[in-house]
């Protein structure tokens, strides 16, 4: 057994999880590329058995008062508390993300869990007024049914947490497909969330895990009696989702692609706009769907932020996420490596230059894992492949004159999830996040465009999928809403006028 698979048979004994060993299917560790575990996979016939079964535990949930289905997730929140060292620790090394990251992302599923029971007790409909004497006209919000969840290996359990404890306080089932590179922190999720749906005394089948490639999530993305499918990933990969949900009148939730960009106005803070800039576009090794990936400067200090951030991204440690001081973890595997090695060819091929980074890096050390400095390209225009999402750590910097032009180049792409501005000037701040400014689902004023909180929707606009989750009103996406109204009179008056008889 390696070291790091030796570290993963501990955390899950930690955990109470049996340790992944058994199985047929290699998981790798993006740190090193060794061998961390063997799981087996699912097939057709697990999904259907498992949305049976959860569809068989809606029927007791949904009956369930929110108030106590909230226990379920108050529990969850507390194993979480309980076994947050472990499972973040289980995602740097699953994820490559640093140890801090690994941590925060069980935060955000600490977080949630929070909210959700919170949530449990106000799931409000409305009284409206009505036309009619006599009569009462109120909204109502019901639990919608099964909840399948497809998640991605960049955030590999707070995706999930986010539409898990929405959907449990609404009254729903919750049956998860992870990413095939992400399938040891969802065993270990699925191990805790499935003591704390015990300890409450929910209904077996509630909480369900699936693992396997593209047969099993076709199967769940058909199933119909999955009543939502909430799912993260690629733009491709959204466009064969909702067409097949669609097809039999499901639901869907789509959070795809982003292409995310930062404008620097002559007024920014260079201090902290470097700051927010190195971070957004270096952090996770530019693998979150939020990274930072075009930078639009003026013209007037393009020059010195171009020279700060250069300077910046050549002191970032990179290597090992799990030792102390790394800032840049590797690329989850040799796919995205190929991705970023393209991107950049074809970036020098349209005109483009490349300022810092841009070379793989650890390779003697660890030939199998996939390791690159982050890059900063300088590019004459807005290019076709400026347009594209490369899920690696490359930064295109654009140059702008006026702020309208600014604009115009941010909202030309066919992503639209997050955005940032870093401006001290009040009118370019206001006009970015008014409805003629970023056309994002999230516009930022002086810090990056990732790193959301759960209070706020998250999710975008155009190619990203119009989804949102977390907090606001993303509940509703869980609910089917009734419209009743009630005659409390001994008349029968018709709406709107109309007499018959």
């Given at each position: 057994m390696t070291d790091?698979?030796a570290r993963?048979t501990?955390?899950?004994?930690?955990?109470?999880a049996?340790?992944?060993?058994?199985?047929a299917?290699?998981?790798?560790s993006?740190?090193t590329?060794e061998?961390?575990?063997?799981?087996?996979?699912d097939?057709?016939?697990?999904v259907?058995?498992?949305?049976?079964?959860?569809h068989?535990?809606?029927?007791?949930?949904?009956?369930?008062?929110a108030?106590?289905?909230?226990?379920?997730?108050?529990e969850?929140?507390r194993?979480?508390?309980?076994?947050?060292?472990a499972?973040?620790?289980?995602v740097s090394?699953?994820a490559?993300k640093?140890?801090?990251?690994?941590?925060?992302e069980?935060?955000e599923m600490?977080?949630?869990?929070?909210l959700?029971?919170?949530l449990?007790r106000q799931?409000?409909?409305?009284?409206?007024?009505s036309?009619?004497?006599?009569h009462?006209?109120?909204?109502q919000w019901h639990?919608?049914?099964?909840?399948?969840?497809?998640?991605?290996f960049?955030?590999p359990?707070?995706?999930w947490s986010?539409?898990?404890a929405?959907a449990?306080?609404c009254?729903n089932?919750?049956?998860?497909?992870p990413?095939?590179?992400?399938?040891l922190?969802?065993?270990?999720t699925?191990?805790?969330?499935?003591?704390?749906?015990?300890?409450a005394g929910?209904p077996?089948?509630l909480?369900?895990l699936?693992?396997?490639?593209?047969d099993?999530?076709?199967?769940?993305?058909?199933h119909?009696?999955v009543?939502?499918?909430?799912?993260?990933g690629s733009t491709?990969m959204?466009r064969?989702?909702a067409?097949?949900?669609?097809?039999?009148?499901?639901?869907?939730?789509?959070e795809?692609?982003?292409?995310n960009?930062?404008i620097?106005a002559?007024s920014a803070?260079?201090d902290?706009a470097?700051r927010?800039?190195?971070f957004?576009a270096?952090?996770t090794?530019?693998?979150?769907?939020t990274t930072l990936r075009r930078?639009?400067v003026?013209?007037s200090?393009a020059?010195?932020l171009t020279?700060r951030?250069?300077?910046?991204?050549?002191?970032?440690?990179?290597?090992?996420?799990?030792?102390?001081g790394?800032?840049?973890?590797?690329?989850i595997?040799?796919?995205?490596?190929?991705g970023?090695?393209a991107?950049?060819?074809?970036?020098?091929?349209?005109?483009?230059?490349?300022?810092a980074?841009?070379?793989?890096v650890?390779?003697?050390e660890?030939p199998?894992?996939?390791?690159v400095?982050?890059t900063?390209?300088r590019m004459p225009?807005q290019?076709?492949?400026?347009q594209?999402?490369?899920?690696?750590?490359?930064?295109?910097?654009l140059?702008?004159?006026?702020?309208?032009?600014a604009l115009?180049?941010h909202?030309?792409?066919?992503?639209g999830?997050s955005?940032s501005v870093?401006t001290?000037d009040?009118?370019?701040?206001e006009?970015f996040t008014?409805?003629?400014?970023?056309?994002?689902?999230?516009a930022?004023?002086n810090?990056?465009?990732?790193g959301?909180?759960?209070?706020?929707?998250f999710g975008?606009e155009k190619d990203?999928?119009?989804?949102?989750?977390s907090?606001?009103d993303?509940?509703?996406?869980y609910?089917r809403?009734?419209?009743?109204?009630v005659?409390y009179s001994?008349?029968?008056?018709?709406?709107?006028g109309v007499?018959?008889?």
């Open positions: 790091l698979g993963v501990d955390l899950f004994t930690r955990i109470g049996p340790p992944p060993h058994a199985g299917q290699q998981v790798r993006p740190i590329g061998t961390i575990g063997r799981v087996d996979h097939d057709a016939d697990s259907g058995a498992r949305v049976q079964a959860a068989h535990a809606f029927a007791a949930w949904r009956d369930t008062p108030p106590v289905r909230g226990r379920l997730v108050y969850l929140g194993l979480l508390r309980e076994h947050q060292d499972l973040g620790e289980l090394i699953e490559g640093i140890r801090s990251e690994g941590l925060g069980v935060q600490i977080d949630i869990c929070d959700a029971v919170g449990s799931l409000c409909g409305l009284t409206i007024a036309e009619r004497p006599g009462r006209m109120m909204e639990p919608l049914g099964v909840v399948g969840v497809i998640s991605a960049n955030f359990v707070a995706v986010w539409n898990a929405l449990l306080v009254g089932p919750v049956v998860w497909k990413s095939e590179n992400a399938v922190t969802a065993m270990a699925h191990a805790i969330a499935t003591q704390a749906a015990r300890t929910a077996e089948g909480i369900a699936l693992l396997g490639g593209r099993v999530g076709t199967a769940l993305v058909d119909p009696d009543a939502l499918i909430s799912a993260t491709r959204g064969e989702v067409p097949r949900v669609a097809a039999r009148f499901g639901r869907y939730l789509l795809l692609g982003g292409n960009a930062a620097l002559p803070d260079l902290l470097v927010g800039i190195v957004s270096a952090g090794a530019g693998q979150r769907c930078i639009i003026h013209r200090i020059a010195d020279d951030l250069a300077t910046a991204y050549g002191t970032l440690p990179i290597g090992s996420p799990l030792d102390e790394t800032l840049v973890g590797p690329l595997n040799r796919r995205a490596y190929d970023f090695v991107a950049l060819d074809a970036a020098r091929e349209q005109g483009g230059q490349v300022v980074g841009g070379q793989r650890l390779q003697a660890h199998d894992a996939y390791y400095q982050p900063i390209v225009g290019t076709a492949v400026v594209q999402e490369t899920f690696a750590p490359i930064l295109y910097v140059e702008y004159d006026d702020f309208a032009e115009a180049l909202n030309d792409v066919p992503q999830l955005s870093f001290t009040l009118r370019e701040a006009i008014s409805a003629a400014g970023s056309d994002c689902g999230i930022n004023v810090i990056g465009p990732s959301a909180e759960i209070g706020g929707a975008g990203t999928g119009g989804g949102r989750e907090g606001s993303a509940w509703k996406a609910m809403r009734a419209t009743n109204t005659n001994r008349d029968l008056p018709l709406a709107q007499e018959f008889g």
